[in-house]
């Protein structure tokens, strides 16, 4: 915002009538070159605090002109929580203690956003009497930085929630073979507690029979011949009761280097299936009294797919009453966009190649469906070998897909107005730069921002200006073709990517519709209000060649629309 100064002074330039003269003024030009076209911002400000020299990457960072900061104190820019810090920092740079500072802080822009900056801080003194005169400061924009780490750590903590809750144990392991973090779940597996297990090598928990396998296995990992691999193996309880756990491990490398960090392994409990197993092959009525009372789904099914056997689980679990779901098969109860072949996987359980086989399905349960995850095995002779029937495990995994694609929904869509947000937005907007850089398309973005929203809100309560927002966001929807992309990036703002226009000027007649359809008014609880919008539009390739540099003048261009008096749109 604020005007670039590259001026010389033809007075000094005049009056320097020696070398030393022209060089110090070049030196002194140079570095108000510098300062003047510095991607951040600096200023100069005095002993209590007021601007007296801003650049323009100040003003840039801060929203506000050349002409309003130069006399404004610092403090006035600030938020109250973070000035105690400052101002105990300035005090230590007049006195003396320190030579400079730097500290991260809150920023409130002329629009009314809160920022976050950088801010290096030093105190120029006088040659002779060593009296403070004025400070200097560099300011930078972090707040793409700080949101970044915000979003590292609620990832960070939401992975860590996902691995304390979740029902298998799941640990990390060194390369000679120390574990190190465990999940409550392998605590319960194994018996021990937490400190215990982290003193502990991986290898007294194996049993000794099992070890050598799992180590081939571990060898083939190091080697790079696999990405991970899965074995049914014993442990070893703090009790010295033996259980069969199924093990899934796979290595963790350095991204740049690619060597060997550590191990994930996680671990399921499979003890009771291992027994079930056996039981099976001992007798049959046995194996039919533990498949009655099982927890989950079960069934035992002929070698075409015909149930001869179903338990009360999964009677329930499909809606079907035990003789109704012996006259069937698995065929007959699956969704039918899930039947995919599965005769390669059957094939090789059949043949012994695999032991089973897991696979999620819908199954059709009362005219609706729900996510199941089937699990089969086979049951062989016991003297010939020759496969008997197969064992099938159906396990409701309902609620928990239906949770993972509600999760997936709303980490890229506003909830307020079910609209893409951000992070969505971006994601489409690479899409659509690509295509267009390899099909040499042009393509529009326009940035919405509401006039007059932060009235509603003051008048109304946000509330209503919530409803607003939906109503707005319900008449966008509306206006738009199914190939436009219309998000909400936050607060009264909206990015429209308009992907099939032929002219910049096909862009100046959706704005021109799109402000009409927002002045009208709206009547939410009786109270009939208007508002208008400010529109930058930017185009591709006229405006910018990268995503970045075309949202910045799409920013740039809506806020001289608002600057303008609001309710028209511009073109950057």
Not at 147 to 170: C, F, M, Q, W
Not at 486 to 492: F, I, M, Q
Request: hydrophobic share 35%.
């Amino acid at each position: 915002m604020c005007a670039k100064r590259n001026e010389t002074s033809e007075g000094s330039l005049q009056s320097a009538e020696n070398a030393p003269d022209r060089v110090y003024l070049q030196t002194e030009q140079h570095l108000r070159n510098i300062i003047e076209n510095a991607p951040t911002g600096i200023v100069t400000m005095s002993i209590n605090g007021d601007l007296l020299q801003v650049n323009p990457g100040y003003c840039e960072i801060t929203g506000y002109f050349k002409e309003e900061l130069e006399g404004m104190n610092y403090r006035a820019l600030s938020l109250d929580d973070d000035l105690a810090v400052d101002n105990y920092n300035v005090q230590q740079l007049i006195e003396g203690k320190i030579n400079s500072y730097r500290l991260e802080k809150r920023y409130l822009r002329k629009d009314g956003k809160i920022i976050w900056v950088q801010v290096t801080r030093s105190l120029i003194r006088d040659d002779s009497t060593d009296n403070p005169l004025y400070f200097i400061a560099q300011i930078e924009d972090i707040t793409l930085r700080k949101e970044a780490e915000n979003t590292r750590k609620n990832n960070e903590a939401y992975l860590r929630n996902i691995v304390d809750h979740a029902p298998s144990g799941i640990v990390t392991i060194s390369l000679d073979g120390q574990l190190l973090d465990i999940n409550p779940a392998f605590c319960r597996i194994t018996g021990y507690d937490k400190d215990e297990l982290e003193r502990m090598n991986y290898k007294k928990l194996t049993y000794a029979e099992d070890f050598s396998i799992a180590a081939l296995k571990v060898q083939e990992l190091l080697d790079g011949k696999i990405d991970s691999y899965q074995l049914e193996k014993r442990y070893v309880r703090k009790d010295e009761t033996i259980i069969w756990v199924l093990a899934t491990r796979s290595l963790v490398r350095d991204i740049d280097t690619e060597d060997p960090l550590y191990f994930i392994v996680q671990v399921v409990d499979i003890t009771e299936r291992k027994e079930a197993e056996l039981m099976l092959r001992e007798s049959e009525a046995r194996f039919r009294s533990i498949m009655d009372n099982a927890p989950i789904g079960m069934a035992i099914q002929s070698l075409d797919g015909q149930f001869l056997q179903v338990n009360r689980a999964l009677c329930e679990i499909t809606g079907y009453k035990k003789e109704a779901l012996e006259q069937l098969s698995l065929h007959d109860i699956v969704y039918p966009d899930d039947l995919a072949n599965e005769s390669n996987q059957i094939q090789r359980v059949i043949e012994g190649k695999d032991r089973y086989y897991q696979i999620e399905k819908r199954i059709r349960k009362n005219g609706t469906f729900a996510w199941v995850a089937i699990t089969r095995s086979i049951l062989r002779n016991t003297h010939t070998g020759a496969p008997l029937y197969f064992i099938v495990q159906v396990e409701d995994i309902n609620e928990q897909i239906l949770n993972r694609e509600k999760i997936r929904y709303l980490a890229y869509h506003d909830i307020l107005t079910g609209l893409p947000n951000r992070q969505l937005l971006y994601e489409e907007l690479i899409k659509t730069l690509a295509l267009a850089k390899r099909h040499e398309r042009i393509f529009a973005i326009m940035f919405i921002d509401l006039d007059k929203f932060k009235n509603v809100n003051d008048t109304f309560g946000h509330d209503v200006g919530d409803n607003l927002l939906k109503e707005v966001t319900s008449r966008l929807n509306k206006s738009f073709r199914a190939s436009d992309l219309l998000a909400r990036t936050g607060g009264d703002e909206f990015i429209v990517v308009l992907t099939e226009i032929k002219a910049p000027q096909d862009a100046a007649i959706v704005a021109d519709k799109t402000l009409k359809i927002i002045r009208k008014p709206i009547i939410i609880c009786e109270q009939s209000m208007q508002i208008g919008a400010s529109i930058g539009i930017v185009t591709y390739p006229e405006h910018g060649h990268d995503i970045t540099e075309l949202m910045k003048k799409a920013d740039s261009a809506m806020y001289t629309a608002k600057y303008a008096g609001g309710n028209q749109y511009h073109f950057y």
